[in-house]
């Protein structure tokens, strides 16, 4: 009797303690991705605010403001730890583009790229391939070095108005964080009133870094 009593009490006490372990690992599933997605701080000092627009671990941006609204944001663009958003600004305009597709228009656009490479000389590497890029297509009109909220940039400020181009005018600004490319460009049409110079400086200003979340 005492033997089956013993028995019934480790069954018992099976049954309490199973579901207790449980609830823990659903506890940490919960919050493994959520420490991996998100860094503690931000490489400028700032706490980080999860409200940001992440791409990827290791980079969020602020709402830019000045009329800029979100349009997409591909969390993998190309499934290889590439990322991709777009802001617009103003009222989209339909337009046939060089492969006779309806596209909509807007009079200026900010892309922003996360580029993965396999280790930090790639990533350099990877920078200015796309800085000579855009200076063949482009007319560049100012080559510069910058810092936005501590983080150094290559700037082109450029003409790249074309038959295929409906944007006249545009800045570039190129940049490298451990294994990846950074890539910033703000175009805009004639109509387009504002400084772009001022407003992708705005922007930098509002993107945030994450080092310890970069892959070790």
Request: net charge negative; charged share 20%; aromatic share 12%.
């Amino acid at each position: 009797m005492r033997t089956l009593r013993r028995i019934w009490l480790f069954i018992m006490q099976k049954w309490l303690i199973i579901p207790i372990i449980v609830a823990l690992i659903a506890g940490v599933a919960l919050l493994i991705p959520n420490l991996s997605r998100y860094p503690s701080r931000a490489d400028d000092g700032a706490a980080w605010d999860r409200n940001w627009e992440m791409l990827g671990t290791v980079l969020g941006v602020e709402a830019p403001g000045n009329g800029f609204t979100l349009l997409n944001n591909d969390t993998a663009l190309a499934g290889d730890d590439t990322y991709y958003a777009s802001w617009v600004s103003g009222e989209a305009a339909d337009y046939i583009n060089a492969e006779g597709k309806h596209v909509d228009l807007y009079p200026a656009q900010i892309y922003l790229l996360l580029y993965g490479c396999a280790d930090e000389a790639a990533a350099a590497q990877a920078k200015a391939d796309w800085m000579a890029r855009e200076e063949e297509t482009y007319a560049v009109r100012e080559r510069r070095e910058k810092a936005h909220n501590g983080q150094s940039y290559s700037m082109l400020l450029y003409d790249c108005g074309s038959d295929t181009n409906p944007y006249s005018r545009g800045i570039s600004a190129f940049s490298t964080l451990g294994s990846y490319t950074v890539i910033a460009e703000l175009t805009c049409t004639d109509a387009f009133e504002g400084d772009e110079q001022a407003l992708l400086a705005d922007f930098l200003n509002g993107c945030h870094y994450g080092s310890d979340n970069l892959k070790k």
